[in-house]
């Protein structure tokens, strides 16, 4: 009979999670609800967990967010790492950990993960520790477990830096899109308005987007015309990115 | 009378740093020599070790750069963490470990940093574990310690697409440069040649620097301009960028 092994957390390390979701409208990003701790506090905290000692990081961070929020295939970038001796701090979290850690006085050095999906294609379904898991949108969020709002921060960046040399929208609108569509995910992500007519004119002359013959159809407003990406130029953009200091 | 606390060591996370140098002709790092092990395997590693409880990641770095190579005040930034289950796997390096480590069998995951400075400002001394520390040409190194080869990888790729989208050289070139030293810069980190040409009119595009009146003296060959970084335009596309797709 094969023996059964049981992995072994790792104390001193974690991974957390931030996926960020787009809905057409707004930038949102998956949390999951810890429940009510006698001490208050936040209840909201990112998908994370304690990794095992047999899985490397990006396997933990696949298998957390499995595990706590029922989302899978997810391909996640680094953010980094976070180890702040007093990043559990709050009264809360500590309560919380002493529920459910073997050694909820250990120090943790988490490793932040981020992801950006379009919210229709995954339906969060809360288990493990998590009594609920949903979306949340990134504007409505002031503060969370641990040091889980500083790391949403970090990752918000890293989102911002990333848009500025590459393209992006390709999974996360429709196939056939308006530029006004395209205009709102940017601004979604910057936080920021922008100009309409500066953005369309930057955009194609990126020539990541192609007009389609056909408009939209059925909306109450005067229809627009409708864009493909260029998936060519979108591809070499990506790959190569598009600032104008490439030797 | 107060009572020393011995700080404690964190088992299971370390540090790591690549310190890029530049000398004016090639790119360096700095490593340091851990002594023959009976094992075999690589002599050299970045330097690195575990952090203490009570010390965040940032502290870690700074403090074993100095207790490992004499290296004071540079400023890190985060490459990444770094967490195969098996990037301890070579007999030398568990040879190693058994001599310098409280818990040598311990899944280890490292937090890497990494910097770029002028090499003359910095003259290694070893101390504590490493036997010898010194800068050697990132061009002839093959193999590294436990997975430090693969991490000074990842180190470069960070350094080749930060110059892409910023300015670099102030600290690396003398105050007054030919463009042929930026040049030797840009090809030295990015190990491939540019083409001289075309190199000069993107930095001259840019704005970054300004020609002076003076030439190089006392030099074998035809003197070249001298130039200086134009301070203000380099500080703006240090902080903005210079991506063609900003906002």
């Not at 810890?34 to 990081?57: S, V």
């Not at 050694?103 to 950006?116: D, F, G, H, K, Q």
């Not at 007009?211 to 159809?217: D, G, H, R």
Request: proline share 6%; net charge positive.
């Amino acid at each position: 009979m094969q023996k059964k092994v049981i992995p072994e957390l790792n104390p001193n390390v974690s991974v957390d999670c931030v996926i960020f979701g787009f809905d057409l409208d707004k930038l949102t990003v998956l949390l999951i609800d810890r429940g009510q701790q006698t001490q208050g506090g936040p209840r909201l905290a990112l998908p994370g967990n304690l990794i095992y000692n047999d899985e490397n990081l990006d396997q933990a961070a696949n298998r957390i967010l499995n595990e706590l929020a029922g989302i899978n295939n997810i391909y996640l970038e680094q953010v980094g790492a976070f180890g702040d001796p007093n990043r559990i701090c709050k009264e809360a979290d500590k309560e919380w950990l002493q529920s459910i850690r073997a050694e909820p006085e250990a120090r943790v050095i988490t490793v932040a993960y981020y992801s950006l999906v379009k919210m229709a294609d995954y339906a969060p379904r809360a288990s493990s520790f998590a009594k609920t898991a949903g979306w949340a949108p990134v504007t409505q969020i002031f503060e969370l477990a641990f040091d889980h709002y500083e790391i949403l921060q970090v990752a918000k960046d890293k989102l911002r830096q990333k848009i500025k040399i590459q393209p992006i929208g390709f999974n996360l609108l429709p196939e056939k899109f308006t530029l006004s569509q395209l205009h709102k995910l940017y601004e979604s992500i910057l936080e920021k308005p922008l100009d309409k007519r500066n953005f369309r004119r930057k955009v194609q002359k990126l020539g990541i987007v192609t007009p389609l013959k056909e408009k939209q159809q059925g909306v109450p407003h005067k229809p627009s015309r409708l864009y493909k990406f260029n998936e060519e130029k979108y591809e070499a953009l990506s790959k190569n990115g598009y600032d104008n200091f490439d030797f």
